[in-house]
């Protein structure tokens, strides 16, 4: 069994990290905080322009983050 992580934390869905972090049994107002931070900013794109408008992403762990690994590991965790 092979299975492609490629651009993965670019592709997690809020509701997929809310799902894994209640089976892992982390209390809600944690839930909604660790979601807040990783969902609810805003980035813009450098690019030989400039930098593009603010937009806020409608998906993905912040690449970086110290909680990036573990919030990817709790998602991991069924498979």
């Known amino acids: 069994l092979a299975i492609d992580i490629k651009k993965a934390y670019d592709t997690v869905k809020p509701s997929s990290m809310i799902l894994s972090l209640k089976r892992l049994g982390i209390n809600q107002p944690y839930i909604r905080a660790i979601i807040n931070l990783e969902m609810a900013r805003q980035v813009h794109i450098n ?33």
Do not use: H, K, N
């Open 47 to 79: 690019t030989m322009y400039g930098p593009t408008e603010p937009f806020q992403p409608e998906q993905s762990i912040v690449q970086g983050s110290p909680a990036s690994c573990v919030l990817f590991r709790a998602l991991c965790d069924p498979l």
